[in-house]
């Protein structure tokens, strides 16, 4: 590390080799020139210039948010959605680093990556939404601690950072800083801890921001213990994310994985057997849930009660037991399928309890503006290229290449 | 300034027994919440006073620097909402008979306000006098005020580039100074009555047990959302008025304390218990070696 890394600086070498991929600047640049990267930048060229203008002209005029829709697309899905789905990174951070299953040790960094990037683009979608995001330092000093959301902010505040330092190690060991990752690295049980309480936190309390408005949320998915149905499907969301992300990554990527073999197929059955047993509880918390309610006779009543439905039986039981077959009978497809469900199934779901559910009883109905689905679009897109960019140059799907020889020794 | 006396941080650092106590039901009003809020200004609305005179918008609208409210036939076509240029409105319901009744609208100023404790930052705020209170220099524009208020009534200046919550004040600059709030000062009818919220109680329950025959049996805001500080009685029901039926007789901020229990458990026992798990999980120190095995050799110096 130390021979390859820092002191090779001079010229364009360093350059040439951890930015361009060994390239010249030239061949870089036409080998960009890909079908997937020039939708890319379409979506990118539109929703770059759309968030300037949102701050230039007003919430009103970008988004269909109204007096009775005081929350839309943004906080639904970049805030509510991104945050659960980013939850793999404390996943399988615990599941690696404290409860010492090493089978999940090659999915660990991909995973904290995909937490990082999806926490950041949260963030930025939230500073989008907000009125005045510049009086956010408020939080540190105003002591609203009445409120849920001051406990979401503190957190995701917190973890965000979290998440930054557990990055870092890659980070700094690509940069050759090797003076700072490598006392980085010791401290990862102390920054998984910390991950888990943040995330148990936060993950839970995006769900209690709604208990304090019961008649604005459909019975069947308001509950007082809304925080536990929230941190349970956080965790579903980050083993099923954690799942699709590893299958994409290992086919485009998978010359980053040449000499480096992971069983990837292995790890995904694990990661099906802790899927199937969460979801299946959940199925039946969330039943609990309805009855504590009263809600139970609402259940296939109208729309609502037919959405319920799909929401339940189709997303989190059929996954669920597809999960636990796939990993019985070893049906890689199945379990891949079920994961991509489970996905889904989240995404409905704080959808619905944001959007659909929420307002379930007001005339006018809230429909994202182009203008919010396109800023949102942009910030998946800039999330799925960092993501590339960084796995293509960093040490996170496999070791530094260079180093992995050096290092296996050392311990 | 009665909000949020719990600090957070503190009961983050303190015992796993005191971060017990927090728990939902064991000390209700331990946070320093007043139960009723009896000596709080209010004010009772009789709407059976009311003749729709709109008096109390405009002088709403002046005491405010509003627009003008629109003209009679204008306001009455539609049923109207506050909004953020229009703290208050007054709406035309009809009597079983087809005749009027009125009725004025305009935040309720809790006793226990859930947009004040949905609050972050505490720009929306309840002062000790009764009104709730709003700084716009320290919002940042999340709108959850607009989510936890049971009657909707915070307004966003969405057209803004630099936004902020409106609503009704409750004149508190007037007050302060000893004036009662502007609409108040100018009802001719006697539909509004400034006072304390105990003597406005007594007052409203004085007018409906002496009327037994006039008045529907209830006082609207002496429970709703835990007390309001602006109280109604009538002579039809209040679903026909318009009102929020539905609203919980207890308080909105007591609604979210059991969720809030869970910050000060977890930051206590989380990190023991993770540590001890993990004590346990590598208790035959295989945990050494790993990372050999598995090809991520660069991750173990």
């Known amino acids: 590390m130390a021979s390859s890394g820092a002191p090779a600086r001079p010229g364009g070498s360093w350059v040439q080799e951890r930015i361009l ?22 979506i990118l060229a539109v929703g770059v210039p759309l968030i300037v203008y949102r701050f230039a002209a007003g919430l009103g005029a970008t988004t269909n948010l109204s007096q009775t829709q005081p929350w839309g697309l943004w906080i639904g899905f970049d805030m509510m959605t991104g945050i659960a789905l980013a939850a793999g990174g404390f996943t399988i951070g615990a599941a690696v680093e404290i409860f010492n299953l090493e089978e999940f040790h090659a999915i660990e960094r991909p995973a904290i990556l995909t937490g990082f990037l999806g926490y950041l683009m949260a963030v930025i979608g939230l500073i989008a939404d907000l009125g005045k995001p510049w009086n956010m330092v408020g939080i540190f000093s105003n002591n609203g601690t009445q409120s849920v959301l001051f406990e979401v902010a503190w957190c995701v505040a917190c973890y965000t950072t979290v998440l930054f330092l557990e990055f ?7 940069l050759g800083w090797e003076r700072f990752y490598r006392p980085l690295k010791k401290l990862l049980l102390a920054l998984t801890v910390l991950s888990v309480m943040f995330s148990t936190m936060h993950q839970s309390a995006l769900g209690s921001l709604f208990i ?190 260079e180093q992995a020889g050096s290092h296996g020794g050392t311990p | 300034m009665k909000l949020g006396r719990r600090h957070f941080l503190q009961i983050a650092g303190a015992t796993g027994t005191a971060a017990l106590v927090a728990l939902p039901g064991r000390t209700p009003a331990a946070d320093g919440i007043p139960v009723a809020g009896e000596d709080e200004s209010s004010v009772l609305v009789d709407t059976t006073k009311c003749i729709g005179c709109r008096g109390c918008e405009a002088a709403c609208a002046e005491a405010n620097k509003l627009p003008d409210p629109p003209s009679d036939a204008e306001a009455f076509a539609t ?20 005749s009027p009744r009125f009725v004025k609208r305009q935040c309720m100023h809790c006793v226990e306000p859930a947009c004040a404790s949905a ?60 004036k009662p709030p502007a609409c108040t000062s100018v009802c001719p009818s006697g539909a509004l009555t400034y006072g304390t919220r105990g003597r406005l109680i007594a007052e409203a329950r004085g ?17 709703e959302a835990g007390g309001t500080n602006w109280l109604y009685i009538t002579d039809i029901t209040f679903e026909k008025l318009g009102f929020e039926v539905a609203v919980n007789d207890n308080s909105y901020p007591r609604l979210v304390r059991g969720a809030l229990g869970v910050p000060p458990v977890v930051m206590t026992l989380w990190p023991p218990l993770l540590m001890g798990l993990w004590a346990f999980s590598h208790r035959d120190g295989k945990g050494n070696g790993k990372g050999n095995g598995n090809g991520k050799g660069g991750d173990h110096g």
């Open chain 1, 21 to 42: 991929l060994g390239m010249t600047m030239r061949e870089y640049l036409v080998s960009l020139w890909t079908p997937f990267n020039v939708v890319c930048a379409a």
């Open chain 1, 168 to 174: 870092a190690v890659p980070l700094f060991e690509w």
């Open chain 1, 212 to 401: 304090i408005a019961p008649h604005k949320l459909h019975p069947l998915w308001y509950s007082g213990q809304i925080f536990i149905f929230f941190f349970i499907s956080a965790v579903i969301a980050g083993i099923s994310m954690v799942i699709v992300e590893s299958t994409i990554s290992h086919q485009i990527f998978s010359d980053q994985l040449e000499g480096h073999h992971v069983d990837i197929e292995k790890v995904t059955f694990g990661l099906a057997k802790a899927g199937a047993v969460v979801m299946f509880a959940y199925f039946f918390l969330k039943l609990q849930g309805v009855i504590d309610n009263h809600a139970l006779g609402l259940i296939g009543v109208g729309f609502y009660g037919k959405w319920w439905l799909l929401e339940m039986l189709g997303f989190v039981l059929l996954p669920s037991l597809m999960y636990a077959w796939g990993a019985r009978y070893r049906h890689i497809t199945v379990v891949r399928v079920a994961a991509i469900l489970g996905v889904v199934g989240i995404v409905l779901n704080r959808l619905n309890v944001s959007l659909v559910a929420y307002n379930y009883n007001q005339p006018v109905r809230y429909w994202p503006s182009w203008m919010e689905i396109a800023v949102s679009l942009m910030l998946v897109v800039v999330g799925v290229l960092a993501f590339r960019w960084i796995v293509l140059r960093m040490p996170v799907l496999s070791p530094m290449k």
């Open chain 2, 79 to 98: 049923r109207r909402n506050t909004g953020p240029d229009c703290f208050t409105v007054v709406l035309r319901a009809e009597k079983p008979d087809g």
């Open chain 2, 119 to 178: 609050c972050p930052v505490r720009a929306l705020d309840k002062l000790e006098t009764g009104p709730v209170s709003y700084d716009g220099s320290k919002c940042m524009g999340c709108r959850y005020c607009m989510v936890a208020c049971p009657f909707s009534v915070p307004k966003y200046q969405y057209a803004s580039a630099l936004p902020v919550v409106r609503k009704c004040t409750f004149c508190s600059s007037r007050q302060a100074q000893g």
């Open chain 2, 207 to 223: 007018r409906v047990y002496g009327n037994p025959d006039k008045y529907t049996p209830h006082i609207y805001g002496e429970h």
